[in-house]
T-cell receptor
């Protein structure tokens, strides 16, 4: 158990809908990362937040947005869902602002299925 | 652009046999390199990492990896595989010029262990 929790574990929805994925980082960790794992794209970095502020952005679609709240949990919002958004979404956390020296601890993921 | 290539999508080895998983990276400077393991239904767990210094690094669960700059490789090895090692393995590199911790992952190698 990494100490990172993600809810829900599974999510099934229809095209055009909007969903929210939630992540609680390990106690004391200030940085949260979101990754998408799909069959065709592999594991891709989406976005990072540090202490409530956006820190880095990857291949995140405009239909997707994220935020980190004062209690440090983070939410990833996916809207106007398409079939291709079906994937496993991981959250990871680190203690510091980031940088490769800080080990990222991954949550178990949320599996999103868009029908 | 930075990239990570894992040439083997799927590898099958017998229990007790040795294992080598290949990873090649494309990077302009000294890379930060990682190996992660993903067991079914689990998040990613860090096996080992390389930043600098000794090119042979030891990790958890009896794994080691060797950094070879001349070959742009960071192959993962284990002398004797156990059935519990069956999982998916990801090689990753820390993003160039980044102090954000953003990771770029390879496509992954699925390891199957025969009894």
């Amino acid at each position: 158990d990494s100490g990172v929790t993600q809810t829900p574990k599974h999510l099934i929805t229809a095209t055009g809908q909007r969903v929210t994925l939630r992540c609680s980082p390990r106690s004391g960790d200030l940085s949260v990362y979101w990754y998408q794992q799909s069959l065709d794209q592999g594991l891709q970095f989406l976005i990072q937040y540090y202490n409530g502020e956006e820190r880095a952005k990857g291949n995140i679609l405009e239909r997707f947005s994220a935020q980190q709240f004062p209690d440090l949990h983070s939410e990833l919002n996916l809207s106007s869902l398409e079939l291709g958004d079906s994937a496993l979404y991981f959250c990871a956390s680190t203690q510091g602002i980031g940088g490769p020296y800080n080990e990222q601890f991954f949550g178990p993921g949320t599996r999103l299925t868009v029908l | 652009a930075q990239s990570v290539t894992q040439p083997d999508i799927h590898i099958t080895v017998s229990e007790g046999a040795s294992l080598e998983l290949r990873c090649n990276y494309s990077y302009g400077a000294t890379p930060y390199l990682f190996w992660y393991v993903q067991s079914p239904g689990q998040g990613l767990q860090l096996l080992l990492k390389y930043f600098s210094g000794d090119t042979l690094v030891q990790g958890i669960k009896g794994f080691e990896a060797e950094f070879k700059r001349s070959q742009s490789s960071f192959n993962l090895r284990k002398p004797s595989v156990h059935w519990s090692d069956a999982a998916e393995y990801f090689c990753a590199v820390g993003a160039l010029g980044s102090n954000t911790g953003k990771l770029i992952f390879g496509q992954g190698t699925t390891l199957q262990v025969k009894p």
